[in-house]
């Protein structure tokens, strides 16, 4: 006869208590001297803490695997999607502290609706329209690494994560207490330093018997490196910040830091030598905590295209509808709007004049229906350093509209463009 389980068991083969992550830290709060308007209700930027979900039979009984039921009144007839997220699982009251996850689970489904492959962030202050910022998927080989990846020793291998911290993203106290856990590696690396240094006087070696026209042999060529000339060429390196730096950043695996501003360019300074950061965003703000996509989309491309009942497979994907948040004013020239769940700032709003006639926007309208709306492209979206998502939105043809029934939309009928065998359209922009 099998013995009995103890409580302890059976809570873990019952229980979600031993299978929830742990909650990620807050978003930080941006640095301004201006005052900083936030709400305390309003949706983060990503989740903290993992939504839970129940089938539907456990749903009827309150049973969502954990310590104790929770209330229908706060679940399933307060929301149509009952999804939770829990703060703390039994608090000093003997009460599970939950809310409700129905926000960030229902922007997931809202943005896996736009099919929209992510790419990495590229900051290079030329329009996407103008052929800055094209598309490069964060699955690509090229960068998609780490400091435990295979091919990490390449050159031509782009990292968005490394094994020591981003230096410039650290406050005094943490700096200095990195600075205390380094010295213990110094041993190790003076030990690098002399392989480096063996190397690189072998090179110099050979370069000197290929010069004078003699044979190289392995006992023509030293490796070895004695006590005084290590010392001797330790204090050049420490003379030479621009020569020792790399080396440093190398032993410990650093992230690349910010640029240096132009009037220190002429000084003798420590370099971190070639960059091999993914992104250039990731200098300024940092690497990004999690992996570029997120987990919102694994697409690599946008090689695919909407198949309409009708007329068939379409060149332009579906449009869809944007919701005005902010209209532009006078001293805010763009238009903030709401697209799948994100706040996107529409840079298409800025030679937009207010007037109907033209299908700009007006304002949000209280008497429509859920809003001043209209309709949009999704072009490209990058998760940043912060954990944010970057989106950037056009403007359909009326072609597009026009096939989703949309009243404003010039009724034309639908045909091939003019230019449909000049040219090839590019799928990966």
């Given amino acids: 006869m099998a013995g009995r389980l103890s409580p302890t068991a059976n809570l873990l083969r019952k ?22 308007v936030e709400s305390d209700t309003a949706t983060l930027p990503f989740p903290i803490r993992a939504a839970i979900a129940t089938p539907p039979s456990s749903l009827a009984r309150g049973d969502w695997g954990l310590k104790r039921p929770l209330p229908a009144k706060s679940t399933t007839e307060s929301s149509s999607s009952p999804v939770v997220r ?35 962030v590229l900051n290079t202050g030329i329009p996407s329209a103008a052929g800055g910022g094209r598309h490069l998927s964060v699955f690509e080989k090229s960068a998609d690494n780490t400091h435990e990846s295979k091919n990490v020793d390449d050159l031509n291998a782009k990292r968005f994560r490394f094994k020591g911290p981003w230096l410039a993203g650290q406050t005094e106290t943490e700096f200095q207490n990195y600075l205390k856990s380094v010295r213990k590696q110094r041993p190790q690396f003076l030990q690098r330093l002399r392989q480096v240094l063996a190397e690189r006087k072998a090179s ?57 501003p132009d009037q220190y360019l002429t000084r003798r300074r420590w370099t ?127 072609a597009a509209k026009s096939l989703i029934g949309v009243s404003d939309a010039q009724q034309s009928s639908v045909s091939l463009p003019k230019n449909l065998f000049r040219s090839v359209p590019r799928l990966d922009t």
């Fill in 204 to 260: 110099e070696s050979r370069k000197a018997l290929l010069d004078r026209g003699e044979p190289i042999g392995e006992r023509q060529v030293s490796q070895e490196l004695s006590d005084e000339e290590f010392e001797t060429a330790l204090r050049a390196l420490r003379a030479n910040p621009e020569a020792l730096g790399p080396e440093i950043h190398k032993f410990l695996d650093l992230a690349t830091p910010p640029n240096v």
């Fill in 272 to 398: 971190a030598g070639p960059s091999n950061i993914s992104s250039t965003e990731y200098v300024t703000h940092g690497p990004p905590t999690t992996h570029p996509s997120a987990g919102l989309s694994y697409l690599r491309t946008k090689a695919h295209m909407d198949n309409h009942p009708v007329v068939g497979p379409q060149q332009q994907p579906k449009p869809v509808e944007a919701r005005v948040l902010s209209a532009k004013r006078a001293q805010k020239l763009r238009t903030v709007i709401g697209v799948g769940g994100i706040v996107v700032d529409d840079l298409k709003s800025q030679g937009w004049r207010q007037n109907r006639s033209l299908g700009g926007p007006v304002g949000p309208d209280p008497d429509a229906p859920g809003g001043s709306k209209y309709w949009v492209k999704a072009e490209r979206a990058a998760i940043r350093s912060d954990g944010r998502v970057e989106l950037q939105v056009g403007r359909p043809s009326e």
């Fill in 86 to 120: 829990v703060n703390h699982l039994d608090t000093f009251e003997h009460v599970t502290d939950f809310e409700s996850a129905a926000d960030h689970a229902t922007t997931l489904k809202k943005w896996q609706e736009l099919f929209l492959p992510l790419s990495t």
């Fill in 15 to 36: 229980s979600r208590l031993f299978s929830l992550p742990q909650s990620l830290s807050h978003p930080a709060t941006p640095t301004s001297s201006s005052t900083v």
